[in-house]
Antibody, heavy 115, light 106 residues
Framework: QVQLQESGPGLVKPSETLSLTCTVS????????WSWIRQPPGKGLEWIAY???????SYNPSLKSRVTISIDTSKNQFSLKLSSVTAADTAVYYC?????????WGQGTLVTVSS | ELVLTQSPATLSVSPGERATLSCRAS??????LAWYQQKPGQPPRLLIY???TRATGIPARFSGSGSGTEFTLTISSLQSEDFAVYYC????????FGQGTKLEIK
C-alpha cells in the first residue's frame, strides 16, 4: 500500500516561495502520476499540478505562472514550489497519486502565508 | 473551463435512510467522474471512479451513476460514519472539483 507524507515549512512570508516535499513509501515513484492538491481552511479542493517521472507535467492554468512540480527518483520524492505567495495561498496542501482521479493521499500539511 | 456544480450544498438525512447527491458538469464528454468523502481533519477518500466503479474497500452501499453532464452518488442506507462532506471531481484537460455537499444527520 503506497503511503505519502508531506513535509515543509508551515509558515511562509508574503511574496516568498512555498516549498513542499512528498515522500513516497510502499511503492515506486515511477509507478504513478503524482499530484498536488490544496484546500483553503473551510473551503473546497483545488488541484494544483501533476507530473509523471518521464517528465509529463500539467499545471492548473490559474496557478501555472507560479508553480513548479518536480520528481526526485533517487529519493522517491516529489516536490512543489509556489512562488510569490499571498494570503490567498494559505491552505492545507495534499500530495496524492493519479491525475484522472486520486486514490492515495497524504495527511496534508497546513501552510500559512503571513508576515 | 469545466465547472462542476454539486447539489444540494447541505443534505440532512436520518441514519438508515437513502441519500442522493448530485453533480452537474458544465460540459459533456468525459466519464472520468470521481466521488470523494472527507471527514474533518482528514484527507479526502476516493469512493467512486469512472462514474460508477467503487474504489478498493468501499462498501456496497455507495454507488455512482450518470453520464454526460449529470452524475449521482447514492448511499443506500446511511451509517453514522457516512456523515461527512462529499466532493465530485472530473478530468477534462485538467482535474476539477465540485464545491462539495455536506451530508448531516437529521
Amino acid at each position: 500500500q503506497v503511503q505519502l507524507q508531506e513535509s515543509g515549512p508551515g509558515l511562509v512570508k508574503p511574496s516568498e516561495t512555498l516549498s513542499l516535499t512528498c515522500t513516497v513509501s510502499g511503492g515506486s515513484i515511477t509507478s504513478f502520476y503524482w499530484s498536488w492538491i490544496r484546500q483553503p481552511p473551510g473551503k473546497g479542493l483545488e488541484w494544483i499540478a501533476y507530473r509523471y517521472y518521464t517528465g509529463i507535467t500539467s499545471y492548473n492554468p490559474s496557478l501555472k505562472s507560479r508553480v513548479t512540480i518536480s520528481i526526485d527518483t533517487s529519493k522517491n520524492q516529489f516536490s512543489l514550489k509556489l512562488s510569490s505567495v499571498t494570503a490567498a495561498d494559505t491552505a492545507v496542501y495534499y500530495c496524492a497519486t493519479g491525475y484522472t482521479d486520486f486514490d492515495h493521499w497524504g495527511q496534508g500539511t497546513l501552510v500559512t502565508v503571513s508576515s | 473551463e469545466l465547472v462542476l456544480t454539486q447539489s444540494p450544498a447541505t443534505l440532512s438525512v436520518s441514519p438508515g435512510e437513502r441519500a442522493t447527491l448530485s453533480c452537474r458538469a458544465s460540459q459533456s464528454g468525459s466519464s472520468n467522474l470521481a466521488w470523494y468523502q472527507q471527514k474533518p481533519g482528514q484527507p479526502p477518500r476516493l469512493l467512486i471512479y469512472g462514474a460508477s466503479t467503487r474504489a478498493t474497500g468501499i462498501p456496497a452501499r455507495f454507488s455512482g451513476s450518470g453520464s454526460g453532464t449529470e452524475f449521482t452518488l447514492t448511499i443506500s442506507s446511511l451509517q453514522s460514519e457516512d456523515f461527512a462532506v462529499y466532493y465530485c471531481q472530473q478530468y477534462n484537460n485538467w482535474p476539477s472539483f465540485g464545491q462539495g455537499t455536506k451530508l448531516e444527520i437529521k
